[in-house]
């Protein structure tokens, strides 16, 4: 663990809830509209801190403990991510596995914590989750293969610096179809349109909203906020793949650089969010491993390029 | 090895004395329960000195009638008897507590043959000979049998141990054959002649294919698992959890076995291996998805999870073949340790499942909900095992298949096209197969013990003493040691990994288990330092953060102010989304009819969810058996005098054979 490292996960914890508000200013450029302050996601987790929780009649521990459990598997998995293209705090031969189950850890508590109240609408979104990251598992899983394949290191902040711009240059289809690939993963993982849209008013179609329908205050805020840092986390990963740290050596410019590429991640979540429409429920899950189907392709073209 | 047998010797006396004693239930109880606490204890010993100390034990022949028995205990031997001595004890323990003092009728039988299933395990994993393990193999079988048709005045029961007993002898036949190959080859019954023979590449494969018939049969080797689920839905569950937690082990066992024996592995029997292991694991996922009986759900899980050991297994036998010992050691090693961690997760499992019957009288998930505020300590225990058999962190299973996941990785890293597609087959599959459980999981948890009741049903929580507790409260803590203390596992079970190899005359390098450990144990503190910091922050938040909270509210409605149980989320409508993904495998069929008009009649709607592979292959299959074996009834006509001139006409062409030659 070095101060680099250190100072990632600092800056991550503080930064996270930005990301969600890039977003919304995007949305809104491309709506016409001024949009929610870029800190608006602060502001409203600050006032939920300050809120005393309210709980059904019919929930049990789980739904109190599920918010710090959730929390703490998305930290555990911050401290994974290769920092500013540089090691990660952890890092150990196979730990992009720990951080994809740890986000699983997460995942598994939000849905049997929607099962906890009993409700007739929370389930829905559960049943929906469960299956749409099911299907998701296996094409992220095709995307490090090439990558693992192409830099022969097991070490995901290796993998990250080991992917040369020369590689991408000579394979710009493999690099275009992984990034397809791993960004349709963050849109399903982040419950972002097509798949799920985060403002949506109807319960039946909603699917991370309606899981936490039941919660408010304190609990509300945690979850938020844990949601704000796995697509901060997901956004990182695709960063780290894009670009190549290596060659930028000095920590001022590989922050900067990493900066703007996380903006420019929630510029292009932004977006798509604003020029495509939901996508049917009954075709999500085309929609997934049509996805998972472009990681298979490149993987095939990379096996064919050797 | 004196102590060894000794303890197996104690099991099964044990179990005569109960079964004589019968009828005084207590004295029946107290001897069937306590000879199997002595003899898992008397049995430690042995596998510690083995797995442990590295201790060799002498072996032991005993005559028998036709050739000599013998019996000693090597590494593989003394880690399959693992699962054996720990569920045998916990699964007695529960037994003792709650079946037989409810149970009215034959407690002696019912300790009689569960012991002798115990002992039959434990003496075949120590038997050294050909006939010897043949014997313990069918002592185990029938013993099985028994258990599973004790409820013989269920119609169910008697099907399911039907199944069981006809699917177990068509597995047999092919371990009479591989032995009766492999003897003719080696002129003798004894193991170790076994390694030394000569035998053909082709009857080597014959033997592979056999093996994998006859002891896939056990593991529930898709299509040859149809007879597992109902066999431990019907069984008790506690012996559901010896069942699945170690006789389904034994499948492994004679397969690793059999695989010693061989000097070749062939590089097709691991690609049948890997890719056989990947459609067991999906397929079983997708039909459980749509069962609704918890206990089956817990079945199919456990043929999801022989899907991942034999995933891994089939990549060692690759990374052999291709010279990578290291990614060989891996997926060995995740194999041995899922082996393991799957027994203590399955053993949990079921025995939650048992308790959950005993309190609501029910396997369908349909019917319950809310039960966790009744039975919190199995509600935790459930919930513990649920995110271990999804194979999440921070529990053991987690471990056991990044081993797995870490063998394809490693895969991955090689130029060729071949370790690409193993990579991909492993990766891909992995994470698919762990997707699919943390859904099926989720599930059987949040509609079981989540919630509220979905029927009036009373729970009766009396049987529940802390007896009962206490087991599950032992299994859960066995999980989190395990996998918390992982690190010190590798070691041993690495020893057991060298001695697999070790006929194909390859050796690991010792330093190869630091360098699995390493990642191994960075994953073991994370998973210590996730349940501290878990908990830590739970109690800081209830203590402090949630002072003034509110717990009267209703759940969101949807200002739908009359809600009631039935509004909420079932088992079905959870997993619908799923079964739709997947309905070209699971073949859901439904019935009933659509409502069309404004004012609609009375209508009604029924799913039903069969096994595609029971539906589509054996019971098609049979009838064609069926079809030729009943041509031979006009033979069978119970008069005596038909009989006696089959015996004249018989004795007759003798005679003209003896007269002729």
Same mark, same amino acid.
């Given at each position: ?10 800056v991550?914890? !503080?930064a996270?809830p930005?990301?969600?508000? !890039? ?36 929930a ?8 710090? +459990? ?5 930290? +555990?998995?911050?401290? !994974? ?32 914590a ?16 469960? !299956?749409?990251s099911?299907l ?54 982040n ?6 849209d ?18 408010g ?8 906020? +844990? ?34 590429g996380?903006a ?43 | ?13 044990g ?16 001897f ?71 149970n ?56 399911a ?35 030394? /023979? ?27 698992h ?11 569950s ?14 492994? =066992? ?10 070749v ?41 022989a ?49 959950? =019957? ?23 225990a ?32 090689? /130029?060729?096209?071949? /370790? ?17 459980a ?10 079981v ?16 003493k ?17 996998s ?19 006929p ?7 330093? =190869? ?11 073991s ?21 949630? $002072?003034?909270q509110? /717990?009267d ?58 096994d595609?592979?029971? $539906? ?25 005098h ?20």
């Amino acid at each position: 663990m070095n101060i680099t490292s250190i100072i990632f996960i600092i800056v991550s914890f !503080l930064a996270a809830p930005i990301l969600p508000g !890039l977003i919304n200013k995007t949305k809104a450029l491309f709506g016409g509209r001024q949009g929610p302050r870029v800190l608006q996601l602060y502001y409203d987790i600050f006032k939920l801190a300050r809120k005393t929780p309210t709980y059904s009649k019919t929930a049990s521990a789980l739904t109190r403990i599920a918010p710090v +459990a959730i929390a703490v598997s998305t930290l +555990a998995a911050l401290t !994974l991510v290769p920092s500013f293209f540089n090691n990660s705090a952890i890092h150990f031969t196979g730990d992009i596995i720990l951080m994809a189950y740890l986000l699983g850890l997460g995942r598994f508590f939000m849905v049997t914590a929607a099962l906890d109240r009993g409700s007739a609408f929370e389930g829905m979104g559960a049943s929906r989750e469960v !299956l749409y990251s099911a299907l998701a598992e296996p094409s992220f899983f095709a995307g490090l293969l090439i990558m693992i394949h192409e830099t022969a290191s097991l070490e995901l902040s290796e993998i990250f610096s080991k992917l040369s711009l020369n590689f991408w240059q000579e394979n710009p289809a493999i690099l275009f179809l992984i990034l397809c690939s791993w960004f349709v993963i963050l849109l399903v993982e982040n419950a972002r349109i097509p798949i799920d849209d985060p403002n949506t008013h109807l319960e039946l179609t909603m699917i991370h909203e309606v899981m936490i329908l039941d919660y408010g205050a304190k609990d509300l805020a945690l979850i938020e906020y +844990a949601s704000a840092l796995k697509l901060w986390i997901y956004s990182a990963l695709i960063v780290g793949m894009v670009i190549n740290g290596e060659i930028i050596t000095s920590l001022t410019m590989q922050i900067a650089i990493f900066t703007l590429g996380m903006a420019i991640v929630a510029f292009v979540i932004g977006t798509i969010e604003s020029i495509t429409a939901r996508i049917k429920l009954v075709f999500i899950p085309k929609f997934i491993v049509g996805s998972g189907a472009l990681a298979i392709i490149a993987l095939i073209l990379k096996v064919a390029g050797n | 090895m004196d102590l060894f047998l000794s303890a197996v010797v104690a099991i099964f006396v044990g179990g005569i004395i109960a079964l004589f004693t019968g009828k005084w239930r207590g004295v029946s109880n107290f001897f069937g329960a306590f000879s199997c606490f002595l003899g898992t204890i008397f049995a430690l010993k042995p596998i510690y000195d083995v797995l442990i100390a590295n201790k060799t034990l002498e072996a032991i022949t005993i005559a028998l009638p036709i050739c000599s028995a013998s019996v000693s205990l090597d590494k593989i031997s003394a880690f399959f008897a693992l699962p054996i001595v720990i569920l045998g004890f916990i699964s007695a323990y529960f037994a003792a507590v709650t079946v037989n003092p409810r149970n009215e009728q034959h407690p002696g039988a019912y300790w009689f043959f569960y012991n002798l299933l115990i002992a039959g395990m434990l003496s075949l994993v120590a038997s050294s000979n050909a006939v010897l393990f043949i014997m313990s193999w069918e002592i185990m079988s029938v013993a099985a049998y028994f258990l599973i048709a004790h409820r013989v005045e269920m119609n169910t029961a008697r099907n399911a141990a039907w199944q069981f007993l006809v699917a177990s002898h068509i597995g047999t036949t092919g371990i009479f054959f591989l032995f009766a190959i492999l003897a003719s080859a080696a002129g003798g019954f004894q193991f170790e002649t076994f390694h030394s /023979s000569a035998l053909a590449e082709g009857s080597a494969a014959v033997i592979f294919f056999l093996a994998l018939f006859g002891f896939g049969v056990k593991v529930g080797f898709f299509p040859l698992h149809i007879w597992m689920p109902d066999s431990y839905t019907f069984a008790e569950s506690h012996v559901s959890a010896v069942l699945s937690g170690a006789m389904s082990k034994m499948g492994f =066992y004679g397969l690793i076995r059999v695989l010693t024996f061989l000097p070749v592995h062939a590089e097709l029997w691991g690609w049948v291996l890997l890719f056989g292991g990947l459609i067991t694991g999906i397929y079983a996922l997708v039909i459980a998805l749509v069962k609704l009986d918890l206990k089956k759900v817990i079945s199919y899980s456990s043929m999801e999870n022989a899907g991942i050991i034999l995933m891994a297994i089939g990549t060692g036998i690759l990374a052999n073949r291709w010279n990578q010992p290291l990614i060989a050691f891996t997926a060995f090693s995740g194999a041995l340790l899922h082996i393991f961690n799957h027994a203590l997760c399955k053993g949990l499992l079921f025995l939650c499942a048992g308790s959950v =019957y005993f309190a609501t009288g029910t396997r369908r998930q349909e019917q319950m909900g809310g039960i966790g505020k009744s039975m919190p300590v199995t509600a935790t225990a459930f919930g513990i095992a649920s995110i271990a058999i999804s194979g999440l962190p921070p529990f053991n299973n987690f471990i056991s298949e990044f081993l797995i996941f870490m063998s394809g990785l490693k895969a991955a890293s090689l /130029s060729t096209p071949k /370790s690409l597609l193993l990579s991909a087959a492993v990766l891909l599959g992995l994470g698919l197969i762990g997707g699919l459980a943390a859904a099926l999981f989720t599930r059987s948890f949040g509609l079981v013990f989540l919630g509220t009741p979905r029927t009036n049903r009373r729970l009766n929580t009396k049987n529940i003493k802390s007896d009962v507790n206490f087991t599950l409260i032992i299994l859960s803590a066995a999980i989190i040691a395990a996998s918390i203390f992982a690190p010190m596992l590798i070691s041993p079970f690495a020893g057991v990994v060298s001695e697999i190899v070790k006929p194909l005359g390859i050796t690991y390098d010792p330093a =190869y288990i630091a360098t699995i450990s390493a990642p191994v144990k960075t994953i073991s503190l994370f998973s210590l330092a996730v349940i501290l910091i878990t908990c830590i922050a739970v109690f800081i938040k209830s203590k402090f953060l949630d $002072k003034n909270q509110r /717990s009267d509210a209703p759940t969101w409605d949807c200002g739908f102010l009359k809600g009631t149980p039935r509004i909420q989320y079932t088992s079905s409508s959870f997993s619908e989304p799923a079964n739709e993904v997947f309905v070209s495998v699971n073949r859901l069929h439904i019935r009933g009819e659509k409502i069309k008009e404004l004012f609609p009649a009375k209508s009604s709607f029924h799913t039903e969810a069969t096994d595609s592979a029971e $539906k589509h292959l054996f019971i098609p299959a049979f009838n064609i058996i069926n079809k030729f074996l009943i041509m031979f009834r006009g033979f069978q006509h119970g008069k005596l005098h038909l009989y006696i001139f089959y015996i004249a006409v018989t004795l007759l062409a003798l005679l003209i054979w003896k007269v002729v030659y």
